[in-house]
């Protein structure tokens, strides 16, 4: 029995909050994998209700549990989701991009996975006002988490049946200190990986290969900023945010989300494509998998993926991108080819 908290989040969180709970209840039931599923408050209903966007009893439960799942949240989103990334070390960021098919993505044969830094750099928030007219950011990049994201790249690169590629994307040229220390940690750690390609691009080439040649990739590791925008990038290249899954992933623990906001503009409209949820789902299937070695949980994460494969092969799609099934429907697409 793995023990799941799913945060709720706002906007259209609550309504794909109500998708992966049935998913997941499939599962449990149909599949033979057992979970216990914990809805938690946070973000800006729980700050208005509470006081605060992550109250202490959500921290908690998240604590107490095997992996978090997590709906978007809104304009609180930095003190849910910063916070939590930090309290539990939650430093590698894998976002994958991939194609499926009826979707508007560039090419057919797009699959890659961007591995961001997710402890560092000009997101910790160190900011000040030298004067009314000047303010500075602090950007710290350290050895240390830097070849910690790298090895994680590598392991990535390992398990994708793929060509085992990693790309370090960085802009040493310009930021020679931080990010010279950043491509320099980053190869010194891959050359320990045999089998493992290295190459290196400044991050504006990246982000025109992106366009230009998208399925050159494998795995790109990056720093947090940089792979903040370049996995929004990815998304885009693919069909949209409504197709892209991300984790959070530490040593120890896990926490799964959409890569898309809250989108309070369709919210209670039961339109939302709730796929970036579900395939999050699958993500965290896979970890559950490799940290307790279950084979169970491989197993019915392929099953999950294959399932919104066919479903989109066919054609059917929510309404926000220009299908005629609300949220519900679509669920329910999925739950009858799983059971």
Known sequence: MYNISLITGDGIGPELSESAIAVLETIHDKLGLKFSIKKLQAGDSALKQTGKALPEETLESVKQSHACL??????????????????????ANI?????????????DDIDLVIVRENTEDLYTGDEFDIDENI?????????????RIAKYACLIAEQR??????????????MRKTDGLFVRSCEEEIRNHSGITFEQMYVDACAMNLIRQPQSFDVIVTTNLFGDILSDEAAQVVGGLGMAPAANIGDNFALFEPVHGAAFDIAGKQIANPSSFILSIKMMLEW????????????????????????????????????????????????????
Request: include cysteine.
């Open 288 to 339: 559950l998998g490799m940290k307790n070695n279950d084979k169970k949980c491989f197993d019915v994460a392929g099953k999950l993926e294959s399932t919104i494969y066919d479903i989109v092969k066919h054609g059917i799609k929510t309404k926000d991108i220009g299908g005629d099934k609300t949220t519900r429907e679509f669920t329910k697409e999925i739950i009858s080819r799983l059971a």
């Open 70 to 91: 997590k709906a978007p949240v809104g304009e609180s989103a930095a003190d849910v989701i910063v916070r939590l990334r930090r309290i539990l070390d939650l430093y």
């Open 161 to 174: 049946n793929q060509e085992k590629k990693v790309t370090c994307v960085h802009k040493s040229n310009v």
């Open 135 to 147: 303010s500075v950011a602090l950007r710290k990049i350290s050895s240390q988490a830097s070849k």
């Open 95 to 107: 976002r994958p991009a991939k194609s499926y098919p009826n979707m508007p993505a560039l090419r």
